[in-house]
């Protein structure tokens, strides 16, 4: 009986753990529809493989960077403060010094310039919303437009 009690207890736990983990998840989402809502979680999906294919080779399967070379995307104060450079910087590359969480990275970042405007913001939408990340949906139509004014 006591076991029975204990086995309980941990399966709520885990429940109960995993649904509140859900909801904090969801909450940049919480206001789309549901159409929106199934888009994010395409993009998610379809922004992770791209992820791994162009950006995960420097900037880490789990978005930290390389130490002092490569800067990290968890939780990067550059990155979520201005989604437009983000887009911007995925397609075009980077030469500049940047300051990520108060570290200097001086490391070039190559162009991505083959990427799609909906391939750009699948891994934008991904990268905003994982490691720790919280940005919501970045839609197509709102990333074409950040790539129309680069430079």
Known sequence: M????????????????CDRERQ?????????????????????????TL????????????GTGL???????????YMLEDIKRTVCLIRYGLEDTIKVNGQAYHQKMPANE??????IAQITTYITN????????ISVKET????????
């Not at 969801?26 to 992770?48: C, D, H, P, T, W």
């Not at 130490?67 to 104060?77: G, N, T």
């Not at 994982?130 to 949906?137: I, Q």
Request: with cysteine.
């Open 2 to 17: 006591n076991n029975l009690f204990s086995y309980l207890l941990f399966f709520l736990l885990i429940f109960f753990g």
């Open 24 to 48: 904090n998840e969801n909450a940049s989402i919480q206001n789309l529809s549901v159409q929106e809502k199934m888009r994010f979680n395409q993009y998610m999906v379809y922004g992770q």
């Open 51 to 62: 992820y791994t294919q162009h950006c995960s080779n420097c900037h880490q399967e789990e």
């Open 67 to 77: 130490r002092r070379v490569i800067p990290p995307l968890a939780k990067s104060d």
């Open 114 to 119: 083959k990427l799609t405007a909906l391939e």
């Open 130 to 137: 994982t490691w720790g990340n919280d940005k919501g949906y």
């Open 144 to 151: 074409t437009e950040h790539l129309e004014s680069c430079k």
